[in-house]
């Protein structure tokens, strides 16, 4: 303890050789003692103590806990308050300078001892505590990645400043905000929000979530996709807190959104000319019996070569066990999907489609059509069409029934299809 130095204040010269002379005899080394608050801020600056025992009342026009605050603010020095008073007011004002401790007039040697070592080791753990703080902030401040802590409650607690580059606003204008006003400011969808606050007691339960996608539009419009990572800190704060990183991926989202347009549009290719190879198959000469053959050859072929396209799509909407069960409190949501995938298919085509629904009925009907001077005149497209409606709903699972209801080569304007589902 010899390496302990200490700073003792106190305006009684005899009272403040006995504080002396005791925390000698613990083992202190007293570097000096002062007589005033002014003359204690001026030693302590000279001397640079570990601890300073300090007499709230002192003569002059500084008081102790004046001089206590000034100290904690300019040097960091810990200080334990000696004093006689123990009333409210004079404690009131004391608490306010952060004290590391009090010691009550008069006092034994062990209070004395048991005062300066509980105050030296709660510094040291509160300057450990704030240059793990320091260090995080300045990782929080300097990160590439945009940072939010959020509250419980969805309000914004803090964010750092690359959140600022990109919104292009001060940070001190959102703080104490809810995160729905990214949305009111038009950075982000209500939707995402939304979808994202109503996870947070999930993640309050758990302490981390799955990496989730967002996506924002910058202060200059650009569109930008993000992952999220969020966690739950409930740390030695007031209040637990929401920690939100985002990584940049939009470049990643932009790859593979490239690649799958050059996918599709493979795709389409494919599509477009395997329908178109098998037109010049058909002659409005051959035989019902023959042509209806050629047409459930192709059929097998369409089926083949574009069934794994239709379990790809449900399976991305995790649809493939609902079909395969045949589940029926989900036969709406499979019909959803699948109309909206044939619809999908057919524009791959060229052919623009609109629906009408009238339950259990839903009539489907191509507005345009690249063939249409051909269809009036050979009823191969109005076949082939009809085997790619009714072959691809049975791949649904979903009972019901495909219908033509109009076709070009019988003079109707429109080529239609009704499908009857009784959900």
Not at 130 to 143: G, P, T
Not at 203 to 213: A, D, F
Request: proline share 5%; glycine share 4%; with cysteine.
């Amino acid at each position: 303890m010899a390496d302990t130095k200490l700073l003792v204040v106190e305006d009684e010269s005899i009272v403040a050789m006995d504080i002396k002379h005791r925390a000698e005899g613990l083992g202190y080394n007293v570097l000096d003692i002062a007589a005033s608050g002014e003359e204690a801020i001026e030693k302590a600056r000279e001397t640079e103590p570990d601890l300073i025992l300090m007499d709230i009342v002192l003569k002059g026009k500084m008081d102790g806990i004046e001089a206590a605050d000034f100290i904690r603010d300019e040097f960091d020095i810990p200080v334990v308050y000696l004093t006689a008073y123990s009333d409210e007011k004079t404690l009131g004002r004391a608490k306010l300078t952060g004290p590391f401790g009090y010691i009550i007039k008069p006092f034994e040697d062990r209070e004395l001892h048991s005062a300066v070592e509980v105050a030296l080791y709660k510094h040291k753990m509160d300057s450990k505590l704030r240059e793990s703080e320091e260090r995080y902030r300045s990782l929080f401040e300097s990160s590439p990645d945009p940072i939010l802590l959020l509250n419980v409650d969805g309000s914004i607690s803090f964010m750092n400043r690359q959140i600022e580059k990109i919104t292009g606003i001060r940070r001190k204008k959102l703080m104490g905000k809810p995160l729905l006003e990214f949305s009111n400011l038009g950075f982000m969808e209500k939707r995402q929000i939304n979808d994202f606050l109503s996870l947070i007691p999930s993640l309050i339960e758990k302490g981390r979530m799955n990496p989730l996608e967002l996506s924002l539009n910058d202060k200059n419009g650009k569109h930008l996709y993000f992952e999220i990572h969020a966690s739950y800190i409930n740390s030695s704060s007031p209040e637990p807190l929401i920690q939100l990183i985002g990584h940049d991926i939009t470049d990643r989202i932009k790859s593979e959104k490239q690649r799958e347009e050059l996918i599709r549009e493979k795709a389409r290719v494919e599509l477009y000319g395997f329908v178109v190879s098998a037109v010049p198959v058909f002659a409005s000469s051959i035989p019902p019996q023959l042509r209806n053959t050629i047409i459930k050859n192709f059929a097998d072929r369409f089926e083949k070569n574009v069934k794994p396209n239709f379990y790809e799509e449900m399976n991305r909407q995790d649809l493939i066990k609902v079909i395969e069960d045949k589940n029926p409190e989900r036969k709406k949501e499979v019909f959803d999907a699948y109309l909206e995938w044939i619809q999908e298919l057919l524009l791959n085509l060229g052919i623009q489609t609109s629906l009408k629904e009238s339950a259990p009925k839903y009539r489907l009907k191509f507005e345009t059509f690249p063939w249409m001077d051909e269809a009036r005149k050979n009823p191969i497209f109005s076949l082939i069409f009809r085997a790619i409606m009714i072959r691809s709903f049975t791949w649904t699972g979903i009972k019901g029934n495909v219908n033509q209801c109009s076709s070009l080569i019988e003079g109707s304007k429109k080529m239609q299809f009704e499908f009857y589902v009784p959900l």
